[in-house]
């Protein structure tokens, strides 16, 4: 007889997941519900939300769609209220939303490029752990994955905007971490998925050959294990 633990390691969670729409975001999105958790899916567009949550019931899972531009006033706090009146608690949120300017010297950055990637990657996100802080507290061991990037931590020429959104994604996600540690069994991971085969990477990079980098699947179910697995503490990690 199979154990349905072993096979559905997150049965009975419910796990949030931004920027479910397509990439490393929807490839999670179906992993976790592959694992058996509910999986809420954040995105803009409703289509493709739908032919993410059309693969999920395909498979046999379970999700709901939630579209939503994460950047709109009080859009967060609205589906945190949503959220807060259907479920007691959220067992996991992986933030992967992200918004990628224009790579340009830091002396030419577009300002209201520059602004949609710190609205996107850094106001969104406090306003998400400001939303779920109570729903993830309630959970028996709330988790927070957070997808980050290597510029974050090594400026490296023109990719200033994106690189600086993402230092401070990683410091306000570090810093709830610590906040959190002794006071519940929340636990923060921060992880970089390297070089993956997604359409903001292809925008970044116009001639490099796709085949060459790993798929989204692979990330998702890296991330998926490590969700099943715990972690202790801030727990820091690069895909390779």
Known sequence: MTDTTTAKPLAGQTALVTGASRGIGAA????LAAAGAHVILVARKVKALEEVEDAIHALGGTSTIAPLDLTE??????????IAGRWDTLDIMVL??????????????????????????????QALIAGFDQLLRRAKAGKIIGLTSSVAAAPRPYWGAYGATKAAFENLLATYAAEVERLSPLRVAIIDPGATRTEMRARAYPGEDASTLK??????ERLTALLAEGFEGLHRERIG
Request: zero cysteines.
């Open 96 to 125: 992967a939303a992200a918004y990628l300017p224009e790579l340009t010297p830091a002396s030419q950055m577009e300002p209201k490029q520059f602004n949609q990637a710190l609205l996107t990657n850094v106001v969104s996100t």
């Open 28 to 31: 999670t999105a179906k992993a």
């Open 73 to 82: 006033p009080d859009a967060v706090s609205r589906l945190a209220a949503a």
């Open 215 to 220: 798929g989204p699947e692979v990330v998702a």
